[in-house]
């Protein structure tokens, strides 16, 4: 019996198949040089048996297909192998071959961790998910083919196409969430899904095909500690800026772990930008401690918002459990979006919206609080200028779920009850954007004669509204720990006006609340808290500077500009140029409530003559800091008025003394009349 001769590559030296000269691996390499002579390859003949033409590399009945530059088309390297673009030449199609990185030819548990992701990757079958045709070796290569996608990366059709709308955005994450869902189906976690590992194909009709592509780290759940071994070699696997807090951590990562992903690529989908930025340690910390940046999705619906809040959860128990869970809600979010309502954090969890209510888009009424209790609150100016900035911290701070409380410093006067009266009527014309409770107290009555509420009067009366059955049930602090119980257990938005006179003054308990029913409430609001606690005040909270930064974030609120106390005073009614104006507010230190008081002073006694400022000036400028300045333009006022029964009339309104609700003005004016 005559033993054939057994071929082997004359580069290399190991076996190859048919009458080949050269293994697939050389080949490989040699249309990767530059330029390749059969000298340095170490083989006489070239690739085809001739000198003139090299054949195209080959790996079975897979060949390489080369670009102009007769290099193989490459599309894309990751840390395993690297991925070509190919040719079936039995069926005549195209294909694409991942080829295992030429660094781990001899390193058998590379080889391992090689077979392991073309195996799992072979077991998934979806029309959302790239699938494997074939697994095959040459040598001592591995090698697998997978269907060829057509179309582009997504990350390179953002670098395209900048930001993406909305709509397509949602129909990209949909059809990501339905591969998922097969990956989960054959109990695998992907742990990298991020735009490069997305193909995407935009139709001419303008729809759009998404599949998921590269499960070389993927991992089956609950595999045992060799296997994880084999896996991930002991360290991180993913890429930093998708990844999730549990991936970072070393901790078991399931399905949740790539919705978390989902949701920071779908981000990127609808910014432009990753929400976490900086050094792959700053970006460790952010993905595991810091709040989203919701400012970066302004612009964006807010059921995307709302969605894209429950995908980054810091905490996987708090995302969708599955792939599933999140198809069956996206029908209630597009259809929200597209009928132009918001939605609650729970409708995500319930039955999508059908019918007419989605498909004919009529509009939806929007959500409105249970119930709504400001009277309370101070009166103030309808205007407020030069606070763009802080409005807009307010916005922030409502919209971002790790925020429980907010504290809003200034002397008296500056405009801090103005500013959050502002940001409530702001509120108010979006329906509280789904709030569910929306109460407001102040510690101060306004006016000449002072006076403060205390806080058993407010603890009484909060737990009363709150629906509390026995308010004075309890010491101080269980009031208080009831209290916030009742406020935080719901999306609520409670207003604490004016605190400083429950707060200590200067000195080593300085800001610390005096009352223990206070000190109760505050502390476990920045525990935690569904809703937001806004409080106003002239010195910050001691009591929760633990969470400052954090769950409780504080703004100092500064004076006025030279401009912005110019138009406040021209919106009062002062005349004089704007020089004049500017220089006006200057003198009064651009202080809010100095300026709205002298603007409607010289507006009613001096027909707006700036000129005439100086006959209170003098007087104001003494005592910026404590308010004085403020009560001598009221005393002013008054000395105009004269005693009598219109300055009785306006005591009775609350302009000097407390604030005014509708129904005071009404009984004023149902008879019968009231004498003076």
């Not at 580069?11 to 080949?27: K, L």
């Not at 998922?180 to 992907?190: D, G, R």
Request: charged share 25%; hydrophobic share 40%; net charge neutral.
């Amino acid at each position: 019996m005559k033993v054939s001769e057994r071929r082997t590559c004359k580069v290399c030296g190991m076996p190859v198949p048919g009458d080949r000269e050269v293994c697939p691996v050389c080949a490989l390499r040699a249309a990767l040089s530059e330029e390749v002579s059969p000298e340095e390859s170490g083989s006489k003949p070239a690739l085809n048996g001739s000198t003139s033409k090299p054949a195209q590399p080959r790996f079975e009945n897979y060949e390489l297909v080369t670009g102009e530059d007769g290099k193989p088309v490459e599309l894309g390297r990751g840390a395993m192998g690297v991925t070509y673009k190919a040719f079936d030449i039995d069926l005549h199609c195209p294909v694409t071959l991942k080829v295992i990185s030429e660094r781990y030819l001899g390193d058998e548990s590379a080889r391992l961790r090689f077979l392991r992701e073309a195996r799992a990757a072979a077991r998934v079958r979806h029309s959302n998910v790239a699938s494997v045709l074939h697994l095959g070796r040459t040598g001592n290569s591995y090698f697998y083919a997978m269907e060829f996608v057509e179309g582009e990366t997504l990350e390179n059709l953002l670098n395209r196409s900048g930001r993406l709308e909305v709509k397509l955005a949602l129909e990209i994450a949909t059809q990501m969430a339905a591969g998922l869902a097969a990956v989960h189906e054959q109990n695998l976690v992907h742990r990298d899904i991020k735009p490069t590992n997305i193909i995407v194909r935009l139709k001419e009709e303008g729809s759009v095909t998404a599949k998921i592509i590269d499960l070389g780290l993927a991992k089956t759940v609950g595999e045992s500690s060799s296997e994880a071994r084999i896996s991930s070699a002991g360290a991180f696997v993913g890429t930093p800026e998708f990844a999730s807090p549990e991936q970072f951590a070393g901790v078991g990562a399931d399905i949740r772990s790539d919705l978390y992903s989902l949701g920071v690529t779908l981000w990127v989908m609808v910014t432009g930008q990753t929400p976490f930025r900086g050094s792959c340690a700053e970006v460790m910390y952010q993905h595991q401690h810091a709040p989203l940046p919701l400012e970066l999705l302004k612009g964006v619906p807010q059921p995307a918002v709302l969605l894209l809040e429950k995908l980054l959860e810091k905490d996987p128990a708090q995302r969708f459990r599955t792939p599933n869970e999140l198809l069956k809600a996206m029908p209630t979010l597009t259809g929200a979006i597209d009928a132009g309502y918001r939605i609650t954090r729970e409708s995500l969890q319930k039955t999508p919206f059908t019918g007419s209510r989605v498909g004919t888009r009529k509009p939806q009424a929007k959500p409105e609080p249970e119930k709504i209790s400001v009277a309370r609150l101070p009166v103030t100016g309808s205007d407020v200028f030069g606070r763009e900035e802080d409005i807009a911290f307010l916005d922030r701070a409502w919209a971002n779920k790790d925020v429980n409380v907010v504290t809003i410093v200034a002397w008296a006067g500056v405009g801090k009850s103005t500013l959050v009266n502002h940001w409530l009527r702001r509120m108010a014309a979006k329906h509280y954007r789904s709030a569910e409770l929306v109460f407001g107290w102040s510690f101060y009555r306004q006016g000449t004669r002072g006076g403060t509420s205390s806080a058993d009067d407010f603890l009484d009366a909060a737990l009363n509204w709150f629906g509390n059955p026995d308010p004075r049930l309890g010491t101080a602090w269980e009031k208080g720990e009831r209290l916030a119980k009742l406020v935080a257990h719901r999306r609520t938005l409670l207003v604490l006006d004016g605190l400083e006179p429950l707060q200590n003054p200067p000195g080593p308990q300085e800001g610390r609340l005096r009352e223990p029913s206070l000190q109760a409430l505050v502390r476990e609001l920045a525990a935690f808290n569904k809703g937001l606690c806004v409080i106003t005040t002239r010195a910050p909270v001691a009591d929760i500077a633990d969470h400052e930064g954090t769950s409780a974030l504080r703004r100092d609120l500064e004076q006025l500009s030279s401009d912005a106390g110019a138009k406040l005073l021209r919106a009062l009614g002062v005349k004089g140029d704007d020089s004049e104006l500017r220089t006006a507010s200057d003198e009064f230190s651009g202080h809010c409530l100095a300026l709205t008081l002298l603007g409607s002073y010289l507006t009613d006694a001096y027909d707006g003559d700036i000129r005439r400022r100086k006959e209170v000036s003098g007087h104001l400028a003494h005592d910026v800091r404590q308010g004085v300045h403020a009560r001598k333009v009221m005393e002013s006022y008054q000395t105009w008025l004269g005693e009598g029964p219109e300055l009785s009339l306006l005591r009775m309104l609350g302009l000097f003394d407390r604030p005014a609700d509708q129904r005071a003005l009404k009984a004023l004016l149902e008879p019968p009349a009231i004498r003076g």
